[in-house]
Nanobody, 128 residues
């Protein structure tokens, strides 16, 4: 059984930084596709960033491009989301997600229905 556990959320002022972690367990993740999504208050869940666990291309929503960085640590079975220059509109619950096989086009990575496993979420609040 795959388990994903997020951590690292919190309250930060606009312009600040946070690093989210997603600890994965239960499988070998080398063939997995991994992603971060978020859901702001009163909003639908939206794509933030994604990558194949094995490395290579990374994918970002336009709203976070240049500010957020997705990465992974094989030795720790952990995925990260480094968030810099945070804005109040980044306030949301952030979720990590995984699927057993890589996806092969950018659009597919952005679709939440393509992911089988989800964490419980971690709250990020950015004050103005």
């Amino acid at each position: 059984q795959v388990q994903l556990v997020e951590s690292g959320g919190g309250l930060v002022q606009a312009g600040g930084s946070l690093r989210l972690s997603c600890a994965a367990s239960g499988r070998t993740f080398s063939t997995y596709a991994m992603a971060w999504f978020r859901q702001g208050p009163g909003k639908e869940r939206e794509f933030v960033a994604a990558m194949p666990w094995s490395g290579g291309s990374t994918y970002y929503a336009d709203s976070v491009k240049g500010r957020f960085t997705i990465s992974g640590d094989d030795a720790k079975n952990t995925m990260y989301l480094q968030m810099n220059s945070l804005k109040p509109e980044d306030t949301a619950v952030y979720y990590c997600a995984a699927r057993p096989r890589n996806l092969y086009n950018t659009y597919a990575y952005t679709q939440d229905h393509n992911y089988n496993y989800w964490g419980q979420g971690t709250q990020v609040t950015v004050s103005s």
